[in-house]
């Protein structure tokens, strides 16, 4: 089984900043893949940032030079540390890993989501 687990959400004033963890276990063969997506209630679930394990970062337009993502492969774990916040990056952040898993193919995980509320 392979279960990823975010951390780090809650409640931040309009310019502040926070970091969202998550952490993949299970019987993990190769992780190609983890990054984050965000979902408002009302709309489509978007990109925030994702990258491989070596190699490009994809942000959304919108998070470019606010948001940071980084891996700490030896722990399997990815982070998005945020920056500058503003009211509309409020949403339910789900952590999505491509894994490859132990008599299993590549496939696509998901948390069960953290959320951010940025208000003041």
């Known amino acids: 089984q392979v279960q990823l687990v975010e951390s780090g959400g809650g409640l931040v004033q309009p310019g502040g900043s926070l970091t969202l963890s998550c952490a993949a276990s299970?019987?993990?063969?190769?992780?190609?893949?983890m990054g984050w997506h965000r979902q408002a209630p009302g709309k489509q679930r978007e990109l925030v940032a994702y990258?491989?394990?070596?190699?490009?970062?994809t942000y959304a337009d919108s998070v470019k030079g606010r948001f940071t993502i980084s891996r700490d492969n030896a722990k399997n774990t990815v982070y998005l540390q945020m920056n500058s916040l503003k009211p509309e990056d409020t949403a339910v952040y789900y952590c999505?890993?491509?894994?490859?898993?132990?008599?299993?193919?590549?496939?696509?995980?998901w948390g069960q989501g953290t959320q951010v509320t940025v208000s003041s």
């Open positions: 999505k890993a491509v894994i490859g898993a132990r008599a299993r193919p590549p496939q696509d995980y």
């Open positions: 990258g491989a394990s070596v190699g490009s970062i």
């Open positions: 299970g019987s993990i063969i190769s992780i190609y893949t």
